[in-house]
């Protein structure tokens, strides 16, 4: 599921810090387990569910964020019966001229992963259920 992030207002200029940005808006990407017989049940699902997560709320800035739902964009079918570590929730693939190295086919579909100026640690994507 997709969501995407709008910021409106202006900010208060008294609590602007490092951190605030605004050259840049959000999107999330959520990956669900979704119980269901077809995958137009699973879609049907889905979008009811993240309508219902749709949010506003005020960062620490003092503008409304509005926290609005896109699109469901995938349907994965689970192979285990069971959910454990290891099992496998999703997954892509990427296809690419034989002559593309691995650093640009990262750099180009998983950006996220890579150290930046503003993240110097890269963000990693492992589901945690304790």
Do not use: W
């Amino acid at each position: 599921m997709l969501f995407e992030s709008t910021i409106s207002g202006e900010p208060n200029k008294d609590k602007i810090d490092e951190h605030y940005d605004s050259q840049h808006k959000l999107y999330e990407e959520q990956i669900v387990v979704i119980r269901a017989q077809t995958s137009e049940h699973a879609y049907r699902q889905a979008d009811k569910m993240a309508k219902e997560n749709e949010m506003e709320y005020h960062n620490p800035y003092g503008q409304l964020v509005k926290c609005k739902f896109v699109d469901s964009l995938n349907c994965q079918r689970l192979y285990d019966g069971e959910i454990k570590s290891g099992t496998e929730i999703y997954s892509r693939l990427f296809k690419v001229p034989v002559e593309v190295e691995t650093e640009k086919v990262i750099e180009k579909y998983l950006p996220e992963t890579l150290p930046c100026k503003e993240q110097p640690t890269p963000f990693y994507n492992f589901l945690i259920n304790e």
